[in-house]
């Protein structure tokens, strides 16, 4: 073949019919191959777009036996003549030149047919990216991962790593999972008869994080605003389509920041990162849009266009109490609020998300600065359509002995490192969390949180 | 006080005297305060510059008892005049109005003095971002994690997240950390005694990933260019300046990229990283060029300013063994490099960062494309100085048959999924590994790792 320069199908389709009489070369993976006698026709994909380019092969330059690899499946390399379409779909299309034939796909390749069920697919999870939808919910993972740094890098924010394994569980978030390098068939043991740790690799009982919240507080009472965006883990034996045992979480903390500016930047947060969306994955939301949830653009709108309402957990509870409306679950004040009663705010009274504030601090973390009532804290919780909670957040007790009586009347021990944030030199901060797989489904509109992440882990299963 | 706007230190000192007559809102943490009778000068810090603004107290304006609390780590809110500075070293000043004092820093505050030193600093890791170095280091580190991200997103790659927790160890990286929830006091055994995983929370023994390589290659395969960015986990048990127990990876692969190809992205992704610091870091960088490393600025132009030398392995042991060097390891065809080796090549031979190619196959994995010798596998490392090898990549083995006779003669198993992206539309395919922290030491011309990343994980130690 000539030396000329490869395109993606992205760019070959962006430059269009513009560049119409040019040769390109092209590779990928082909999608379908159609034709009859005279001509043959191969939708190609590469994965840079979930649009295929059609390649064109005159039957009067290739033969079939030069043709009878490219099924579906297969990788080949193309150059040709590129010329405006005469097809519907496309505006442009190659006529083959050239063609290498790179790897084939035997009959038993499993994504032969279209229309394969998500469950299917799931069991498929090394090869599930190379069909359209995953190809589309990966590449708005990809958006939003970058709209989230781009976000906080364009406003001070400093891109902060806490920890993955961790000797401490203060903020209980969560069931954990245990790491060490002990041979179980040959556990070393104190004289008492316990597990000696101290022959573990980190000297001591050692768990994999269910936040990097609190490390995080340390990251911004020195640097002032951060964020995180790492892997979390929780034990939980939950079988749901809402949560995985390893799952990606943002946590941004921002020093000097008080209840009001958390809920400002919450807001401008998620719909900065929607919007990148809507305007950077517009083919990939189409297409999820047309086949999976007709309603996900105009929710996607919806939320960027509205402004969020603001109110009080007491007021939510007594709204709900008169709604009228039964729940399964009763409601009633000081009850940590279910899915469904969260989504009868957003999407039946108010129409609109909604910023619920100030919780019983009963049913809040011990990091939660409590207000002058005595009874509930600075919490914050983003509601959303279809989703309920999809961040949660607070400003945070900077004062040392107000805290220091929650951490006792809770009994936490080893906090030593984390009460010195509010020993020396302690502010007013605050901070949120958000799951970003919580903000994948959303914007992908897929039901099951294992259709959002490539791998995904939850109980009885870690494979690939 | 008035409901002014706050500006951060970093937005103040941009400004700069521009602005002088308005009335400023700052807040942050007091560095130092000295002064007279008449006057006091506090250096004010707030985490988003190295820099810190002076704020002036009037005596006349404020009582010795106002200005008590005021010591280095207090935390304070000041309202004054942006005027033009008279003394050295700042360009502006404020001269302070109002006074609000957040939160005191008692005598027994550990970062009072100057001059600590980097072990010190490392046992109270959770204060330590407060320093200039540690917050010049993890501006540093946020900088270079947000320019791989910006360098990947506008070449079209897509952002993977591979999994890590994994039943897998494929690679054969590394010593691994299990991950379990089965009870250690309470071990369930099978008949024949042995330890029953089917009981553990992924219904098998799991571990942490020592590499996302192989799932990155599932990615590559579909969506083209992906890269990830996580952390990694090796049990070794190193206790040395340049292991980490936890760190954080970079593994871009792409699909129809050959070796070549994959020098060029190499050598482009680091120049643009190291560029890009030194354009968004230029006064942290300078502080640990002044303390800590003279040469460190120099060191970064250099690589950026050189074309790398690209050399195949053979050739470089030649050099070396010609070399009459006394090297502390012996040399010799079929050995793995030392660091001695590769910076001999780097900082005497050829003074410019090398790629080094076609490895012995023996010393190299499993996945590395073998070249026509039968010998040798189309590796690359990247060499650079100070650091020897800073980039290890490869093009893949993309032929079914030649990679199932290298992994049956390595007796590895549980490799069908990994196979599958050569039995169905294989394509050409190369990639490479970039350890984060190794970059970061690179740029800040740190000496140890336990100090470009917030909480190191190594042997006996998970504190905070």
Redesign the interface.
Known sequence: MEDIR?K?V?TVLTEGASHAGEIVDV????RTRRGNKNVQFVALN???TINNLQIVFDLSKFSDDDLKAITT???IHVQGELVASQGAGQSVEVQARELEV?????GD?PLQKKGHTLEFLREKA??R??TNT??AV??I??AL??AI?KFF?DK?F???????????DCEGAG?Q??????P??D?PKDEAG??DYSQD????L?S?TVSGQL?GE??A?????IYTF??T?R?E?SNTPRHL??F?MIEPEM??YEIADNMDLAEEFIKYCITYALEHCADDIKFLNDHFDKELIDRLKFVVENDFVRLPYTEGVKILEESGKKFEFPVYWGVDLASEHERYLVEEHFKKPVILTDYPKEIKAFYMKLNDDGKTVRAMDVLFPKIGEIIGGSQRE?NYEKLQKRIEELGLTGMD??M?????????HSGFGLGFERLVLFVTGMQNIRDV???P?Y??????
């Open positions: 490869r993606t992205k590779k990928g993976w082909v590469d994965g840079s499946g297969s990788s790179y790897g084939t796909a035997p390749y090394h090869l990216p190379r995953f190809g990966l590449r993972r990809h991962a970058y740094h890098n001070g400093y891109y902060f790593h806490t920890p993955l394994i961790t000797a401490s069931a999972f245990q790491v060490t390098t002990l179980l068939n556990l316990n597990i690799f980190f000297g001591k050692a994999l490390e340390l990251g009472t020195a640097l002032g605003l790492g892997p883990f034990a034996n045992s390893e990606w020093a000097f900077e490192w984390y010195d944030t509010r020993k020396y030199g302690t502010v007013p992440i490539p791998f882990r109980p009885k299963n870690c494979e690939f």
